[in-house]
């Protein structure tokens, strides 16, 4: 199933994430406190590799997501300050496997922890955040939020390994390219705001509609991701540029520009994904396809689709500082460079 296109309006000033920072930024001072309590070991090996990425200069949407979700709903305790560094753990280890599997470079403009610390200590570091995470989940003490986040990590594990099987796979298709990215993006996206209305012990329509929020932020969010690949540059992105091309991921992007492409442009595509055409003047080939048929301007398209959802599942709510930071943040995730 492919996505239907919605065009968002652009009206007034451009969309920003400051609304968001302003709304959370006293939370986040508690979340990054237990944050960098929960890191410390007396192994030094584990608080300097997790303090390498964690201090690397990411927004930290996620958690932030929790605390705007908890402000939406009127919370006034303090429970969602642990779950949100709950979240924050989860994805840094995600994080951290992610760039042993990929091989990455760079990591946020840095050099990704793997490149200074080697392969084995960044999976055992990432390890130990996942185990962190839990144990900050367990002492919140409800079952239901424990069920949220462990199903999301298992998740989140499925869609990377989905995401393995696919790679240099040319026939992979749309649905299955969405399906990858809702497991892997979309579901901690999902989760984070979720538990949000658990703790205030909201009901199941808010429940839902703070799932469904995140889930298509988390999946605009990564459909940006995926076009920034082939439409910017490591300063702008914190990564080398056509990292995705050179690892044979089937991002949307290629999936377009493969399926528009006429027989000689899908032979550089089965070439290249494969892993035959891979150098610097493959990758500017690509970016030229990629142009000439569209590909990342439909891309962002099908994201401003899904960040139109994630605002309208924000309706059931009443207006307010809280709903207008998080429908900002869903208009900024999909105007990253532009």
Same mark, same amino acid.
């Given at each position: 199933?492919?996505?239907?296109?919605?065009?968002?309006?652009?009206?007034?000033?451009?969309?920003?994430?400051?609304?968001?920072?302003?709304?959370?930024?006293?939370?986040?001072?508690?979340?990054?406190?237990?944050?960098?309590? !929960?890191?410390?070991?007396?192994?030094?090996?584990?608080?300097?590799?997790?303090?390498?990425?964690? =201090?690397?200069?990411?927004?930290?949407?996620?958690?932030?997501?929790?605390?705007?979700?908890?402000?939406?709903?009127?919370? =006034?305790?303090?429970?969602?300050?642990?779950?949100?560094?709950?979240?924050?753990?989860?994805?840094?280890?995600?994080?951290?496997?992610?760039?042993?599997?990929?091989?990455?470079?760079?990591?946020?403009?840095?050099?990704?922890?793997?490149?200074?610390?080697?392969?084995?200590?960044?999976?055992?570091?990432?390890?130990?955040?996942?185990?962190?995470?839990?144990?900050?989940?367990?002492?919140?003490?409800?079952?239901?939020?424990?069920?949220?986040?462990?199903?999301?990590?298992?998740?989140?594990?499925?869609?990377?390994?989905?995401?393995?099987?696919?790679?240099?796979?040319?026939?992979?298709?749309?649905?299955?390219?969405?399906?990858?990215?809702?497991?892997?993006?979309?579901?901690?996206?999902?989760?984070?705001?979720?538990?949000?209305?658990?703790?205030?012990?909201?009901?199941?329509?808010? $429940?839902?509609?703070?799932? $469904?929020?995140?889930?298509?932020?988390?999946?605009?969010?990564?459909?940006?991701?995926?076009?920034?690949?082939?439409?910017?540059?490591?300063?702008?992105?914190?990564?080398?540029?056509?990292?995705?091309?050179?690892?044979?991921?089937?991002?949307?992007?290629?999936?377009?520009?493969?399926?528009?492409?006429?027989?000689?442009?899908?032979?550089?595509?089965?070439?290249?994904?494969?892993?035959?055409?891979?150098?610097?003047?493959?990758?500017? $080939?690509?970016?030229?396809?990629?142009?000439?048929?569209?590909?990342?301007?439909?891309?962002?398209? !099908?994201?401003?689709?899904?960040?139109?959802?994630?605002?309208?599942?924000?309706?059931?709510?009443?207006?307010?500082?809280?709903?207008?930071?998080?429908?900002?943040?869903?208009?900024?995730?999909?105007?990253?460079?532009?």
């Amino acid at each position: 199933m492919t996505a239907d296109i919605v065009p968002l309006p652009r009206k007034g000033p451009e969309p920003s994430i400051d609304p968001m920072l302003e709304l959370t930024a006293s939370g986040m001072n508690q979340v990054n406190q237990v944050i960098l309590d !929960r890191m410390q070991s007396e192994v030094p090996l584990i608080p300097a590799l997790a303090g390498h990425l964690i =201090s690397g200069g990411g927004k930290r949407l996620r958690p932030m997501l929790t605390l705007a979700g908890a402000d939406l709903v009127g919370y =006034s305790g303090t429970r969602h300050y642990k779950l949100a560094a709950a979240v924050e753990f989860i994805h840094t280890a995600t994080l951290l496997h992610d760039d042993v599997v990929d091989g990455s470079d760079l990591r946020r403009g840095k050099a990704a922890a793997n490149i200074i610390f080697g392969n084995p200590a960044t999976v055992l570091v990432g390890d130990f955040l996942f185990s962190r995470s839990f144990e900050l989940m367990t002492e919140d003490g409800s079952l239901k939020v424990l069920k949220i986040l462990s199903g999301a990590s298992a998740i989140i594990a499925e869609g990377e390994v989905d995401q393995l099987t696919a790679q240099r796979k040319i026939d992979t298709s749309e649905e299955r390219y969405l399906h990858i990215i809702r497991a892997k993006t979309a579901a901690l996206f999902a989760a984070a705001s979720r538990i949000a209305a658990v703790v205030a012990e909201c009901g199941e329509k808010e $429940e839902q509609a703070l799932d $469904e929020y995140g889930r298509n932020l988390g999946v605009a969010f990564q459909l940006v991701d995926d076009a920034l690949d082939y439409d910017s540059d490591a300063a702008k992105m914190g990564k080398d540029q056509g990292d995705d091309f050179r690892e044979g991921k089937m991002t949307l992007p290629v999936i377009l520009a493969f399926a528009r492409g006429d027989e000689e442009e899908r032979a550089f595509w089965k070439a290249a994904i494969a892993g035959f055409r891979c150098g610097d003047e493959d990758l500017a $080939e690509a970016i030229r396809l990629i142009g000439k048929h569209n590909a990342v301007a439909d891309t962002r398209a !099908r994201a401003r689709h899904f960040a139109q959802r994630a605002i309208d599942a924000l309706s059931i709510f009443p207006d307010g500082k809280a709903r207008q930071a998080m429908a900002q943040a869903a208009l900024f995730a999909v105007s990253r460079g532009h």
